[in-house]
């Protein structure tokens, strides 16, 4: 690996091995993440989501309630990810009809020395687990795409992405 990359990569110790980074020292900040994912559906997949009428019940508060359960695990998930106090998580689940997709929103926020963005894409992600686990005997061929960082806030980089419907691709 070339020493000016590894230099950069703060899990990456002078030999190239995986470690954990050393935030003893820093100072506690408030920190803020967003993530966003995307669960193309069947049009039936998503008229059953819409009517609540799926033999597992509730998709959308299953996937509120996983991706919540989901972020307070983070740290037992992903190696070499600090356990942090998370003040709060929220997961959104917003269908879209034209596209028959439903748009997936993990937001989380600590005050803590290293970030919660791990957090937020694990809450997303199990989110968008939990609502295909739901959807899958209607649609097997159901697809999760587009799971990214949308904003953070707080610590040493802020970071913002613009995300427009048009960016969503039309259901598989």
């Known amino acids: 690996m070339p020493g000016s990359l590894m230099n950069t990569l703060s899990h990456i110790d002078r030999r190239g091995r995986a470690r954990m ?4 020292r820093k100072t506690p900040t408030r920190r803020h993440a967003r993530v966003q994912g995307v669960v193309h559906v069947s049009p039936d997949a998503f008229a059953a989501l ?5 033999a597992k019940g509730d998709a959308f508060t ?3 309630l996983a991706g919540i359960q989901a ?4 740290w037992e998930l992903i190696p070499l990810c600090h356990p942090v106090p998370i003040e709060h998580v929220e997961v959104a ?3 879209e009809a034209a596209t028959t997709t439903i ?3 993990a937001t989380a926020t600590t005050t803590a020395k290293t970030g919660i963005e791990m957090e937020a894409f694990t809450a997303c992600l199990i989110a968008c687990l939990a609502l295909y686990d739901m959807v899958k005997a209607v649609d097997p061929s159901a697809t999760i795409t587009d ?3 949308v904003q953070k806030s707080g610590g040493k980089r802020e ?3 613009e995300i427009s419907n048009d960016q969503i691709p039309n259901s598989k």
């Open 21 to 24: 980074v050393d935030v003893g």
């Open 71 to 74: 972020a307070k695990r983070t």
């Open 147 to 149: 799971v990214q960082l």
């Open 93 to 95: 689940c917003e269908p």
């Open 159 to 161: 970071f913002s992405r």
């Open 50 to 54: 819409q009517a609540h009428t799926l």
């Open 62 to 64: 299953v996937a509120h």
């Open 103 to 105: 748009r997936v929103t």
